[in-house]
């Protein structure tokens, strides 16, 4: 038997009031309907590591929706059920968004196969999660307010800083979680237990069943973690990269490349510029045969808008405007002419292929991002021009000629432009 531990404290200590306020008057309010209810997965996880996390999931024995509307009836704010699951998510006046969810069990008709629902208890619930360390819930009906429930012995596994799934078919009924497995290695830096990285390697070609959809909301959150050369580098070591990408080129060269990408990031990190999360392709493309690229793999992940602009104006540097053109002459004004509207990602991409170049990318991102326009639209209505497409091409002037003669005021720029 798991040994019993009160958290009350330690949740008092932690979290802010509001959201302690909250998880207690949940508690109650479960009471009141005779249901039970639970905080689970991450939170519990975060809280026990003294890690911040507000992201509330809460388990009811019960009717989750039938709990959030009574709590909606006493606290205000809003709420959206989702029927099928008895779900829903309160939205509290403060701001909070909490997960209402009935505890369930899901089985699968067959590997990989979106899972079957049934509604069911707390241990149930949490046998179906990931691994032991996101598989732990605190109560909070009041008579056990704060008490750890830990059926799978999640607290040692965090002690002993382990990643360990529940059951052996757990990375066949969902490969994904091979991917997530990863992404809590990284950043905690824990280590899946022998027996786990065992079956992560076995089911690896499992990944090829799951809809590119699931793998890339993973991915992408593995690889916007804060040192994503130690996902890219596990990818590679549980032999994953093959279930991923079939076009690569091999390890070495990838290696190399997300390991300059990374370097290239850090120094302007360091500088306080910081790329969106759609690098997290720039990593991905790090495999891609730049000589025959075949975009239509990695278009195949469903990219956002953001991701899709970051794959053309890569394509876009390689056919129209390859960097090893630019000369060691030309001036930073000339070369924002032509790469003002080129993607920071995508020029850090295509210089970590390390097509050979005297172009400094960094000097050049970090002038363009660090620099506060002297003169801007409202400049140009006030010397009464009409506003219209030219406005843009008067403003790229205006920038171009800023980064070449950094101690121009204002007025210089505008009578050197108009
Ligand atoms: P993060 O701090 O990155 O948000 P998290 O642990 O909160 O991490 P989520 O992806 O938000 O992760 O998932 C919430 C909880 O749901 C997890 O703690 C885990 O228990 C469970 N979970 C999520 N995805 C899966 C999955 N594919 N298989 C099993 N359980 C999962």
Known sequence: VPLKRQLSDQMKKQLSGIAFELLYSIGKEADTLGMRA???????RDLLMNRKNEDMDIVIEGDGILLAEHLLEKHGGQIRSHEEFRTATWKHPSGFKIDLTSARTEYYDFPAALPKVELST?????????????????????EEFGDLIDYFYGYEDLTHQRIKVLYNLSFVEDPTRILRGLRFENRFNFQMDEQTEALAKESANNLLSVSKQRISSELWRLLFEENPVLGMNRLESLGLMPFLLKKRVDSETAQKRYTRLHHSILSLTKQGIYPDRSIWISYLLSYIPIEEPDWSEVESYCLSKQEIKLLGDIHQIIHEKPLSKISPSQSLGDIHEQYSDIELGALLTYSSFCVSSDFDVIEYLHARERLVRKVNGGDLKKVGLKPGPHFRHLLLEAEKIQLNYPEYTKEDILAKIL
């Open 38 to 44: 639970y905080l689970i997965g991450g939170m519990v």
């Open 122 to 142: 707390i241990k149930e619930d949490l046998y179906r999660r990931d691994f032991t360390i996101n598989a732990m819930g605190i109560c909070l009906h009041q």
